[in-house]
């Protein structure tokens, strides 16, 4: 069984920055991508930012200028470094790996953490 196991949240001041990791518990190679999604109180799950085997990445509108999604193949680790921080990010960061098998899609959350943006 896969296990994605996120860190790096906390409590932030607006303007600042924070750095989440996902640790896979196998090499990450064996993912078609891997990527962020946040959840905050009362609004559903939305993507933050994915980045494919090959390092390809995409990322939401709303931070493209802010954030950056990266992986270190070696640690089977997957990035979100976040800069200027707003109140509006607060929300629980999820980690997701996506695996092809066959004709089937197979995913993978790890258990979230929460970063809070609060003066």
């Known amino acids: 069984q896969v296990q994605l196991v996120e860190s790096g949240g906390g409590l932030v001041q607006p303007g600042g920055s924070l750095r989440l990791s996902c640790t896979a518990s196998?090499?990450?190679?064996?993912?078609?991508?891997m990527g962020w999604y946040r959840q905050a109180p009362g609004k559903q799950r939305d993507l933050v930012a994915t980045?494919?085997?090959?390092?390809?990445?995409t990322t939401a509108d709303y931070a493209k200028d802010r954030f950056t999604i990266s992986r270190d193949n070696v640690k089977r680790t997957v990035f979100l470094q976040m800069n200027t921080l707003k109140p509006e990010d607060t929300a629980v960061y999820y980690c997701?790996?996506?695996?092809?098998?066959?004709?089937?899609?197979?995913?993978?959350w790890g258990q979230g953490t929460q970063v809070t943006v609060s003066s």
């Open positions: 997701n790996a996506v695996r092809l098998v066959g004709p089937s899609r197979v995913e993978y």
């Open positions: 196998e090499s990450i190679f064996s993912f078609g991508a």
């Open positions: 980045i494919s085997s090959t390092g390809r990445t």
